[in-house]
């Protein structure tokens, strides 16, 4: 069992920048695969990135590649979302997920979720 807690988010203008950060439990951080999704009102959860275990792959939904770049530091079992040029259209909830495969987040879904953490940005 996998607990997460994400936090960063906030208000911010269009094409500011922000970090978000994903707490894990357990000791076995270290061997799940990690991702963020983001949902905004009145629409689906949509995949945003996600990191292997190693942090030796990733993959990017195109609408955030070259802007947003994730991390982790499996020593301190956090996740990290630096988000840059923000954009109106990003308002959303972003929610932070683990599983054991890397593909299975790749492919949009997740075994554990975080409650999730709120980014507004203003024009």
């Known amino acids: 069992q996998v607990q997460l807690v994400e936090s960063g988010g906030g208000l911010v203008q269009a094409g500011g920048s922000l970090r978000l950060s994903c707490a894990a439990s357990g000791r076995t951080f270290s061997s799940y695969a990690m991702g963020w999704f983001r949902q905004a009102p009145g629409q689906e959860r949509k995949f945003v990135v996600t990191?292997?275990?190693?942090?030796?792959?990733?993959a990017y939904a195109d609408s955030v590649k070259g802007r947003f770049t994730i991390s982790r530091d499996n020593a301190k079992n956090t996740v990290y979302l630096q988000m840059n040029s923000l954009k109106r259209e990003e308002t959303a909830v972003y929610y932070c997920?683990?599983?054991?495969?890397?593909?299975?987040?790749?492919?949009?879904?997740?075994?554990?979720w975080g409650q999730g953490t709120q980014v507004t940005v203003s024009s």
């Open positions: 990191i292997s275990w190693s942090g030796g792959s990733t």
């Open positions: 997920a683990a599983s054991n495969d890397f593909l299975r987040i790749a492919a949009g879904t997740g075994d554990y």
